[in-house]
């Protein structure tokens, strides 16, 4: 038995446990948020409409690998959310509710009749994450808000890429990450405040505001010198060497030397020590001015080299380099699968019957995360979620009235 495979076990608990979240977003951002909270234990509802959650269209060979990976471990309830009698099934399962996440436009809610002032009155210690593209005040508050938007607007694809070509967006869901993660962070701050005040708040979550903060500190940067910097491909713009060079088998090594000492070690591992004397490459600053003729001769040594002999021989001058790996090379690499980076859970439609995925992210010694359950069929747990709070009989009614829907 492969030893990173795992069964789910629905008994699992975390250190959320007992903890409610409505979550009514789509997409990346709202599902990687809620993701983390139901990771550590959380009840995470999801309130579908009939059409289900946007991921579940993104598919690959049939199979919505997407939403597979960032919706497991949740409930999914599926509503036809237009109708007043579903808006009243949202305020019952509030009322006990720790928290609700949405990703509507901004103005949305309220028309459904769900403003935070509605949903504070029911439950005053509810803490409501709003996730939008630009936020809920602002210009630009009613503009549609995809991460690629953002991923440009922030600064990010200004300097992505290199100087002769276009800005280069991400290849994947940068934005809508940083926002989950971030959100999921902020959550439990608001949640912790609500817990000894019993007061609940509003998070105002954008797309644009965590990315925007990684780029720091652009603007300060600008404001001193009135220079933008450049796109310099993998080379840095504070540090120098640090770039990506092929070996002579096409394969990829990543290399930073940041630090004076380690830009020492990797000149004499590559018989070079002269260059660490030359007025050139004397120091960073130096090396930042001069970069371009630096990487020439490291890559000339590296193109001259295999990239395992490359790896093995930087690894033992204590060098800090790395392979660039792809998802071929990560599927069989030791460290990934050493630190679990990746498990196999059941699932009948892949191939083979499993489904690898991402491992728990972040790691707690105390409260590791848990494989309670597959990401869930459409209104798979309507009966379970909603007999409880509705009882049997209004339950069936509303079924035959189309506003609790069978997936």
Known sequence: MNPHRH?????????????????????????MLTKVLADHGAE???????????????????????????????????????????????????????????????????LMGLSPEVLHAINPALVIVRVSGWGQTGPYRHKPGFGTLVEGYSGFAA?????????VL??????????????????????????????????D???????????????????????????????????VPRNAYQTRDGGWVCLSASTQGMTEKLLRSIDRAELITDPRFRTNVDRVQHGVELDAIIAGYIAERSLAEVLAHFDAAGVTIGPI???????????????????????????????PMHGMVPRLSGT???LARPAPRLGEHNHAVLA????EAELERLRAAGVVRAA
Not at 331 to 341: G, N, S
Request: some cysteine.
């Open 7 to 31: 069964q789910f076990d629905p008994a699992a608990t975390g250190a959320l446990q007992g903890l409610r979240v409505v979550d009514l977003s789509r997409l990346v951002a709202g599902n």
């Open 44 to 110: 995470v509802v999801k309130l579908e409409p009939p059409e289900g959650d946007t991921l579940r269209a993104w598919r690959i060979k049939g199979i919505s690998t997407t939403w597979k990976t960032l919706s497991r471990n949740k409930l999914s309830v599926c509503l036809a959310l237009r109708d007043p009698a579903a808006i009243g099934i949202v305020k019952r399962l509030v009322a006990d509710a720790a928290m609700l996440v949405e990703s509507f436009r901004p103005g949305v809610l309220e």
């Open 170 to 203: 991400p290849p994947m869901y940068m934005a809508d990450g940083y926002a989950g993660l971030y959100g999921a962070a902020t959550a439990m701050i608001a949640l912790r405040h609500a817990e000894a005040t019993g007061q609940g708040q509003v998070i």
């Open 325 to 355: 790996m792809d998802a071929e090379m990560l599927e069989h690499d030791p460290y990934v699968i050493e630190r679990e980076a990746v498990v196999e859970v059941p699932d009948d439609e892949m191939p083979d019957g499993w489904l």
């Open 205 to 239: 979550l954008t797309l644009f505001d965590p990315i925007f903060t990684m780029m720091e500190p652009q603007l300060a940067n600008w404001k001193l010198n009135q220079t933008l910097k450049p796109r310099t491909g993998s080379r840095s713009t504070n540090a």
């Open 368 to 370: 590791p995360g848990i």
């Open 388 to 391: 409880p709070l509705l009882g």
């Open 159 to 167: 300097v992505n890429g290199f100087a002769d070509r276009e800005p």
